[in-house]
């Protein structure tokens, strides 16, 4: 379950929801006055039929710009048991707007970060994932546009409202929210996977630490030149399974990279400098 603040100075609540009888689970949305008091709910199950929320749904709720909300959460595909990151808008009042989840790697979800706003208006979400046998950890970065689009690796789904009666006990007391805790990836030395605007044309350098390094011909055909302001020691290349497909040393400001041999797609470079270690993204074409 989380809380967020809202503009009105009262409360949203995303958390799940457990059918006692069917066992199946669901989205509740609760929003509150100042005070506490309900002002309404919403439950929603997912409309696809290949789909439904997985057992490990932990959503995380953020007030948008507009005074609607997004929220992150998993979805579980029946007939493979496999767990996708999604995010999903509503509108001011708990209304459905729009969802989509989001496949980069075969991997079972168990953890999520709150959604974020980003400056050019769209969200990014972090989760935490692991293979079928929980002996390879995974980090998925969600980022989007407006519309939840990345440009790849996406599949837009709908919700239902269900007509579920529940009783809400009044009987607390309410807490100033002071300090938020962001829980984050909880582990370290994982993969990264992005999901980070894959169309070339919607922002490429979106996680480029251009203050450091910088990658020329990026689309290209497989070779890159990376430049750094510092020496570069390092670089390790990864696919988005996490699988290491080169590594080399540098001790250099420059250093070319040759990946022509390599599929077409999304690799990941690490580069480790004197200014500290950095992941950027390149593309084959």
């Avoid at 997004?70 to 708990?94: H, K, Q, R």
């Avoid at 790849?152 to 002071?178: M, W």
Wanted: proline content about 2%.
């Amino acid at each position: 379950m989380t809380v967020d603040c809202t503009a009105d100075g009262g409360y949203i609540i995303a958390t799940r929801y457990v059918d006692s009888i069917t066992g199946d689970y669901f989205i509740l949305l609760l929003k509150l006055d100042q005070n506490g008091n309900v002002q309404w709910s919403n439950i929603y199950s997912a409309n696809n039929i290949s789909t439904a929320f997985s057992k490990s749904l932990a959503p995380k709720v953020k007030q948008t710009s507009d005074h609607g909300y997004v929220v992150s959460s998993y979805l579980m595909e029946v007939a493979t048991s496999i767990y996708y990151p999604n995010l999903i808008l509503f509108d001011s009042t708990g209304n459905f707007v729009s969802a989509k989840y989001y496949t980069l790697t075969s991997s079972i979800g168990f953890w999520g970060s709150k959604p974020r706003l980003t400056s050019d208006g769209g969200y990014i979400a972090a989760f935490n994932a692991a293979d079928s046998a929980f002996s390879t950890a995974f980090g998925h970065v969600v980022k989007t546009d407006a519309a939840l689009a990345t440009g790849c690796f996406e599949t837009a789904f709908s919700l239902n409202r269900q007509g579920i009666s529940f009783a809400v006990d009044s009987g607390f007391t309410t807490t100033a929210i002071v300090n938020e805790t962001i829980h984050e990836l909880g582990n370290t030395g994982i993969s990264l996977n992005y999901s980070d605007n894959c169309d070339i044309n919607v922002g490429l350098n979106e996680y480029l630490p251009a203050d450091h390094v910088s990658i020329s011909s990026n689309p290209s055909g497989g070779t890159f030149l990376i430049t750094g302001k510092e020496n570069i020691a390092s670089i390790h290349v990864y696919n988005l399974t996490g699988q290491e497909v080169l590594s080399c040393a540098v001790d250099d400001i420059q250093a070319t990279i040759d990946l022509s041999g390599r599929s077409k797609g999304i690799y990941l470079v690490r580069i480790a400098s004197s200014a500290g270690s950095f992941t950027v993204k390149v593309i084959i074409e």
